[in-house]
């Protein structure tokens, strides 16, 4: 028998191949050759759709790693905006999602549109957004929120009430989830505020982790199997759990005795949110709000804490 067999498809010289493992079964030389086709194809389809594409994953995962800056319930507050928008430029945030409510509350929805848009923030609508596009009835507020959200359609130009109105509801971006308050029934805007609410959210999430608000107050929820906790920061580790309920908290109006602006920043490659306050001009944007004539409570919301 001889000891070189070509491949009957590819013509490859296989002298280096052991022949032995064959010959030692008795095989004849046109079996030995169609066992090497086989051997080869299998190898070659290992190598292209497993293998190859785990390297290319992983290079792409490297390659398109992020800082996110995750943001919300700014609530018309430019103020603390600019300032989160400041600490963002230090992190080197890349790209910015917002978790809703861009405006309602305070005094300049306009210039927060602008500035989001301008940096071409990715988010989600809010109960405010949607109740000042006529998309979620002013009833549910009550009457300071209100008279809030009717100045609002007043000072908007046209087609920003078209911006709010078009914002999604949920936003899925990687393994990112955004919503504003629940997964569960997410135009009704839930809250998540129980156990049974965060428990309930985990499982309809898709993804390993969710950024939302609704409450102004920054925590986080860890689960792992059946086992959850919450943490308040400043720093999650997202290797030590399966998935991840965010609560970005407050950029313009915290409810959490810190009257600092609230926002996190991600990082993909380390695996690392920071739950992040920061200092902004808390009277300017009081005047604002005073000067232009909205209900004195939504100013005093920035200075003390009023649930």
Excluded at 6 to 34: D, K, W, Y
Excluded at 135 to 155: M, N
Aim: glycine content about 6%.
């Amino acid at each position: 028998m001889v000891a070189t067999i070509r491949s009957a498809r590819q013509g490859r010289n296989m002298t280096h191949f052991p022949l032995s493992i064959f010959v030692r079964t008795g095989c004849t030389e046109r079996e030995i050759a169609a066992r090497l086709f086989v051997f080869e194809n299998g190898v070659y389809c290992i190598v292209l759709y497993c293998i190859v594409p785990a390297v290319i994953l992983r290079m792409w995962r490297e390659d398109f790693a992020l800082i996110y800056g995750i943001i919300g319930d700014i609530h018309s507050n430019y103020e603390a905006l600019a300032a989160v928008i400041r600490e963002f430029q230090q992190e080197q945030v890349e790209q910015i999602l917002c978790i809703g409510d861009i405006v309602g509350y305070a005094a300049e929805p306009v210039e927060c549109i602008d500035l989001l848009s301008d940096l071409k923030c990715i988010s989600v609508a809010g109960n405010h957004d949607y109740a000042v596009a006529g998309k979620f009835p002013g009833e549910y507020f009550h009457a300071d929120a209100r008279a809030a959200v009717l100045w609002t359609v007043k000072q908007l130009p046209d087609g920003y009430t078209d911006y709010l109105k078009n914002l999604p509801l949920v936003k899925e971006i990687n393994d990112i989830t955004l919503v504003h308050g629940s997964l569960n029934h997410p135009e009704i805007f839930y809250y998540i505020v129980s156990e049974r609410d965060a428990r309930l959210n985990l499982n309809l999430l898709k993804t390993s982790i969710c950024f939302y608000g609704h409450t102004h107050v920054p925590l986080a929820v860890l689960s792992d199997n059946r086992n959850m906790r919450v943490e308040s920061g400043p720093v999650i580790d997202l290797n030590t759990a399966e998935k991840f309920l965010i609560n970005v908290g407050s950029v313009g109006q915290p409810r959490d005795w810190d009257l600092r602006a609230s926002c996190v920043v991600y990082d993909t490659k380390k695996k690392i949110v920071k739950i992040k306050r920061i200092k902004y001009d808390i009277d300017r944007a009081v005047e604002k709000i005073y000067s232009a004539g909205l209900p004195r409570i939504n100013a005093m919301r920035l200075t003390e804490y009023i649930s």
